[in-house]
């Protein structure tokens, strides 16, 4: 959910949440999407004339979001989406001389095989944003106090509470030169009454974000397994990351920025991001797009994701076509 809260010191995205019950949250919502849509107008049908144009020749190569299915994230969400435009006039959290440092906060426990998915997340990360990575000294779970624990259920491990690793684990230990910090964890996470469970969450402007790896598939499982979780884990990391650049979900195209409710729906979605979110990520950190897509080719190939590495070779391609006379 994008939450952008206009007034309140908290605001939130919930990556991806599968259901929600409580009255309270459904004014929340109801709020919270009145909120947003006082500033966002939906995207016009010829978005091009709100993109730079480098942007635009990526145009061709993406697919407009489909009407969603009835438990997709959009069939239970109200969002209006964002233009490239609209999120400038937004103010966004963005790279400074001060802060332009992307931290990785480790909370709990790692297996062998996890730490190497964390590892490779960790380096993805830096060439998807193009910016340094740091990767902190890990924090035991045993800072989190019962009261922000949720005990196990019948279909669910016990969970953490995300405000509380947001707001009293992170922010507190945000580093100076921290553009944005980004706790990983193997534990379940909640973001309180009314919901089951989040795979990340995110502050839209106070740089910090948290997400799990506990339900994107046993990573021990074989190759196959693996792959799944690294890809898994690499989208939720950068959704997340994008969230911390003020970027709410996206409803133009098939992005990485989608909002999703369940994992079937992000399976769904693509690690790429659209020409809109590209462009706002390039505008936030400072990044060329071209060498962007020259590197992540590289590492894609390294991880043998090749549905992403193929894409990113279109990308550029496009991205390094002349313009017709
Ligand atoms: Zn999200
Ligand atoms: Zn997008």
Redesign the pocket.
């Given at each position: 959910m994008?939450a952008d809260q206009r007034g309140c010191k908290r605001d939130f995205?919930?990556?991806?949440v599968s259901w929600r019950s409580s009255m309270l949250f459904g004014l929340f919502l109801v709020l919270t999407w009145w909120s947003a849509s006082a500033t966002l107008a939906v995207a016009a049908p010829a978005d091009k004339l709100m993109l730079p144009s480098d942007y635009v020749k990526l145009i061709p190569l993406h697919v407009k979001l489909s009407a969603p299915r009835p438990s997709d994230w959009l069939a239970q969400h109200a969002e209006p989406g964002q233009t490239f435009r609209q999120y400038l006039r937004n103010r966004p959290v963005k790279v400074d001389r001060k802060r332009r440092t992307l931290y990785i906060q480790p909370l709990g426990e790692f297996s062998q095989t996890q730490k190497k998915i964390i590892d490779a997340t960790t380096e993805f990360m830096g060439v998807y944003f193009q910016l340094p990575v740091k990767t902190r000294e890990g924090l035991s779970l045993d800072l989190i106090p019962p009261a922000a624990r949720r005990k196990p259920g019948v279909f669910r491990s016990e969970q953490i509470l995300t405000t509380y690793v947001l707001y009293d684990v992170l922010k507190p230990r945000l580093p100076r030169d921290a553009v944005a910090m980004i706790a990983f964890t193997t534990s379940d996470l909640w973001p309180g009454e009314g919901w089951n469970y989040l795979f990340?969450q995110?502050a839209l402007k106070d740089r910090v974000g948290v997400w799990s790896i506990h339900r994107n598939g046993d990573s021990d499982a074989g190759d196959e397994a693996f792959l799944r979780c690294l890809r898994r884990t690499l989208k939720t990391a950068t959704?997340?990351t994008g969230?911390m650049f003020s970027i709410p979900?996206c409803t133009l195209y098939e992005c990485n920025?989608n909002?999703c409710n369940h994992l079937t729906e992000s399976d769904r979605h693509p690690l790429s991001l659209c020409p809109h979110c590209l462009a706002k990520i390039c505008y936030a950190t400072g990044a060329d797009p071209v060498v962007r897509f020259q590197k992540l080719i590289l590492l894609y190939k390294a991880h043998r994701l090749k549905a992403e590495q193929a894409f990113c070779e279109k990308s550029l391609a496009a991205l390094r076509r002349k313009k017709k006379r």
């Open positions: 994008n995205d919930w990556a991806c990340g995110a959704h997340e969230h979900h920025m909002g």
